[in-house]
């Protein structure tokens, strides 16, 4: 199986998140930048299919130099090879402007699976996996909480997360599949996961080596333009009672009051 | 007046609130026109609920091939009619499945994508709380049609009843579209609850319940009210109650009239998905919980204690 794994590099989780004051794009400058949480769980996937059928997990990432701290965790984690597509130019693109950039850099390692994470914590737009399964055209098994490979029919099977339960989906590969959280126990690195993530391949694109149009990335090309960004007033603490014994009452009360009940 | 396409959120035809929340949108910003895509014989129970709020036009597509394939074959039918109607806006609701197919649909039209909107204005300016909603962004579309994917109870329904003309749109869907078959459907949970993401009030439970059976606390809390049951990402972990239900940054975003936490902390991952909830009640033993550095009305108290309390007192109240 030769399987792709495409992380990105966001804001701390914790990290209190800004935009740029000057062009409105994520801040990734003043807060510690981590592997988006939800990658790991890709990555695991990535690796426990790798484990189980063998082949070799190619990490792919779009973003800033820095953005190879991130490459470097997952390959610690035990990814083989990686690529960062990386370029000044690319900066401020869109969900789909990346999209369009992730699968031309994709479709030129010809894999039978492209495993993502359903959202990333910083644009949690949730939509990656079906804009690379539409730009690459291949099916889309995403919101999977379960896979199931069976390389030697070429097919892949997922449990699709649903409100009430989940929907079982079939495809013939390859394939993109994207996964949620909880769907297994991200490893940690190990130490010699660690030394040895800094031997491993890993290829530097630009946009123009990608085969990227100039006018086709970056904030310029994006689809849409943030018009003004402003601080939320922060939402006040309200009435604070400690309970007497009488607690769900009063809550009654409030709510009777505001005519919530 | 140009039309703005509203995409129909049914299940099995059964139209979801949203719907009327997307219609009324739209209705401030051109002709709605309704697409409705299900499989053969649904479209009958969704006609009545587009006609109450006001579809001027209801484009239908009735086929196993848009119902039993994911996300491509309905985006498919989108960029078709955007193709054709030329549209002002196509509104898609925030649901996981749709705002995929809105996704694929401004990349099959070369279009520029907003989601999360929880208004529109006239002039298609998009607002958007990011960042969990500690910063507000306008936004607007810069590229085609715009694709706007709208968060559910942004918008009151106000019904306007038309008699809305009816198109049978006239496509094959491609080979392409039809990669991904699903073969079976497992309903694992039948609440009768309201969907998470619709509901008007919420319960959650967090790592002060303890235990999964104590979670029976929660739901019998949510059907006094009518409310749908939320949970922690703690309690997720736990495997105490199922990862469809979890609220927050790795989850689901609500914004309810009402949201009541139950035995949750607070912390940012929480936080992230609830704190645009109108009213928000919190119920937690520890004081410096930085749940009550937000909650309208915090009760500090021990949760097995109140819960029950406020259950029976809501019932009392209902009469």
Known sequence: MNIVVTVKQVPDTWAEKKLDAADKTVDRVSVDNVMNEMDEYGVEEALKIKEAHGGEVTVVTMGPAKALETIRKALSMGADKAVHLTDDALHGSDALQTSAALAKVIATLSPDLVITATEASDARGGVMGALLAERLGLPQLTQARKVTVDPAAGKVSIERLADNGYALVEASLPAVVGVVEKINQPRYPSFKGIMAAKKKPLTTLSSGDAGLDAGSVGLAGAGSTVVDAQSAPPRQSG??????????????????AQKLI | MAEVLVLVEHADGEPKKVTGELLTLARTL?????????????????????????????????????????????AEVLAKLVGEASPTAVLIAATADSREVAARTAAKTESGLIWDATAVSPELVATQGIFGGSTIVSSK???????????????????????????????????????????????????????????????????????????????????????????????????????????????????????????????????????????????????????????????????????????????????
């Open chain 1, 239 to 256: 009435t604070i009672v400690k309970d007497e014994g009488d607690g769900g009452v009063k809550i009654a009360d409030f709510l009777a």
């Open chain 2, 30 to 74: 051109g002709e709605p026109s309704a697409v409705f895509a299900g499989g053969p014989g649904t479209y009958a129970k969704a006609k009545p609920y587009l006609a109450e709020f006001g579809a001027a036009k209801v484009y239908v597509v009735e086929s196993d091939d848009v119902a039993d394939y994911v996300g491509a074959p309905v």
């Open chain 2, 141 to 319: 579309v810069t590229k085609g049609t715009p694709v706007i994917v709208v968060r559910p109870n942004s918008t009151a329904p106000v019904a306007a009843p038309s008699s809305p003309a009816e198109v049978q749109v006239d496509i094959t869907i491609s080979d392409v579209a039809k990669g991904a078959k699903i073969v079976d459907r497992v309903a694992e949970a039948k609440s009768g609850r309201p969907d998470l993401t619709e509901a008007q009030v919420v319960v959650s439970g967090g790592r002060g319940l303890g235990a999964a059976e104590h979670f029976a606390l929660v739901e019998k809390l949510a059907d006094t009210l009518g409310a749908a049951v939320g949970a922690s990402r703690a309690a997720t972990d736990a495997g105490w109650y199922p990862h469809q239900n979890q609220v927050g940054q790795t989850g689901k975003t609500v914004s309810p009239q009402l949201y009541i936490a139950v035995g949750i902390s607070g912390a940012i991952q929480h936080r992230a998905g609830m704190q645009t909830s109108k009213t928000i009640v919190a119920i937690n033993k520890d004081p410096e919980a930085p749940i009550f550095e937000f909650a309208d009305y915090g009760l500090v108290g021990d949760l097995f204690n109140v819960v029950p309390q406020l259950t029976d007192e809501v019932e009392k109240r209902k009469g």
